[in-house]
């Protein structure tokens, strides 16, 4: 059992990335996938998939094979939410890297947010 379930997976897949595997699995969630679809996106990972066994819904992660520095750190946690608004969103290592906010029309990078005009809670940040 673990109380969060984002830093999980952010672990999770960096783990797996400093140890050279090719998938990693994790719970699934909604949050997770869209999470997940913001790096695919961002060509964070190469890709990722939904299944089901045993009843149990997993994702399968497939990791990008040459991305051995990749830097994930997770910003608001469950006992300290970090809320973040429009003007306050800068690039991350000179553009290099990204933001990853929650806003009310959905889980987007911070140059999608600033280009929409939203702010919203700040969920991690990788590079």
């Known amino acids: ?3 969060d379930p984002i830093a999980d997976l952010l672990t999770r897949i960096r783990n ?15 949050l997770k996938e869209s999470i ?5 996106g961002k060509d964070f990972i190469d890709d990722y998939k939904a299944t ?7 994702i399968q992660i497939i990791l990008k094979e040459d991305r051995q520095d990749l830097v994930l750190k997770r910003k608001s946690k469950p006992g300290q939410r970090i809320y973040i608004k429009k003007e306050d969103l ?3 290592k000179n553009g290099l890297g990204i933001l990853i906010i929650s ?23 990788m590079y």
């Open 1 to 3: 059992m673990y109380t």
């Open 16 to 30: 797996a990335t400093s140890a050279h595997h090719e998938k990693v699995s994790v719970p699934h969630s909604k």
């Open 36 to 40: 997940l679809k913001v790096m695919k």
């Open 52 to 58: 089901e066994e045993e009843g149990k819904k997993n």
């Open 90 to 92: 800068k690039p991350v």
């Open 103 to 125: 806003t009310s029309k959905g889980v987007m990078t911070n140059s999608d947010a600033y280009k929409q005009n939203l702010g919203g809670e700040l969920i991690c940040e």
